[in-house]
């Protein structure tokens, strides 16, 4: 098992800025993908940006101006730093592990509320 504990979460205005973190701890691989979805009201939860252990990203179009994300591995902790938020950027932030090789094996977090006002 894994447990996942997101925290920064908030609200902010438009033109600011939050850091979102989540520690991964439990039954860890070495070789794991972590990152952040998103999901608005009335919308699917989307993919915003993922990390590799090795260090591989892939961050969504439409915040990769904006958003970055990074890792520590010891322990394993991804961030989110979210700049330029817009109102568009409301939304319940989950954070996301999964080892790197097994399928099945998917873990979220509790989500966190991230409220931009205009």
């Known amino acids: 098992q894994v447990q996942l504990v997101e925290s920064g979460g908030g609200l902010v205005q438009a033109g600011g800025s939050l850091r979102l973190a989540c520690a991964a701890s439990g039954s860890i691989y070495s070789a794991n993908v972590m990152g952040w979805y998103r999901q608005a009201p009335g919308k699917q939860r989307e993919r915003v940006a993922i990390?590799?252990?090795?260090?591989?990203?892939n961050v969504a179009d439409s915040v990769k101006d904006r958003f970055t994300i990074s890792r520590d591995n010891a322990p394993n902790t991804v961030y989110l730093q979210m700049n330029s938020l817009k109102p568009e950027d409301t939304a319940v932030y989950y954070c996301?592990?999964?080892?790197?090789?097994?399928?099945?094996?998917?873990?979220w977090g509790q989500g966190t509320q991230v409220t931009v006002s205009s």
């Open positions: 990390i590799t252990s090795g260090g591989s990203r």
């Open positions: 996301y592990y999964r080892p790197i090789g097994l399928s099945g094996m998917d873990y």
